[in-house]
């Protein structure tokens, strides 16, 4: 009983493994990224695949080692599966890639995200650059795709990070309600507290 058990406890793992590998790729052969970057970008692909069925791929390499970028992707294209996001970057190369299946290039802003949400990121001398800030860069730019993606499907993902301008946006709404509320208030006030003084000097 405990063999099949176990059988059974191996099967359930291979098939979520699969799972895993359908729904998104991440390669990182060269420790770029830091393992919570890792984590985080998993998380948010899986969440993206279950809930829209959207493939990720993010490749994030030092070297392409001489290859030709075109011919290296034309070949990775091959391989992806529809819908799919894809984000590029290559250290040495100093190459930035975002790419997607033809039915998702409405739902994002490609040069958005590049200039607002990747560039920032990183230093802008060679020699500044480390993991951590690349980590940023790329995880910053992969979150801004999923998150424009989810909701132009009117869809929320609870493993993105909303953007500055939507907080922002947010927290100004919410101000503005509290001073017309407030506002509002004032003016019943002082309207009921005018009413009483008329009131008393009518029964004077």
Same mark, same amino acid.
């Given at each position: ?69 075109? *011919? ?80 132009? *499907? /009117? ?17 100004? /709404? ?26 008393? /000097?009518?029964?004077?």
């Amino acid at each position: 009983m405990k063999i099949l058990f176990n059988i059974f406890k191996a099967g359930v793992l291979l098939l979520a493994l699969n799972t895993l590998l359908l729904s998104s790729e991440l390669k990182n052969p060269h420790f770029i990224l830091i393992p919570k970057t890792e984590d985080a970008i998993i998380n948010i692909a899986n969440e993206l695949y279950s809930k829209l069925n959207i493939h990720t791929y993010v490749y994030v390499l030092k070297s392409l080692d001489g290859i030709e970028y075109e *011919k290296y992707i034309d070949s990775e294209l091959k391989e992806f599966q529809n819908p799919y996001v894809f984000l590029f970057l290559s250290i040495d190369d100093k190459k930035i890639d975002i790419k997607s299946s033809s039915d998702l290039e409405e739902d994002f802003d490609k040069k958005g995200v590049y200039w607002d949400h990747i560039i920032p990121l990183l230093p802008a001398k060679e020699s500044e650059i480390t993991p951590q800030n690349v980590s940023a860069a790329v995880l910053n730019g992969y979150n801004e795709i999923a998150y424009q993606i989810a909701k132009s *499907k /009117n869809i929320e993902l609870n493993s993105v990070m909303k953007n500055d301008y939507e907080v922002f946006t947010t927290l100004l /709404n919410w101000a503005a309600y509290l001073m017309v509320g407030s506002l509002i208030v004032l003016l019943f006030y002082s309207y009921k507290k005018g009413r009483n003084i008329e009131r008393s /000097n009518v029964e004077k």
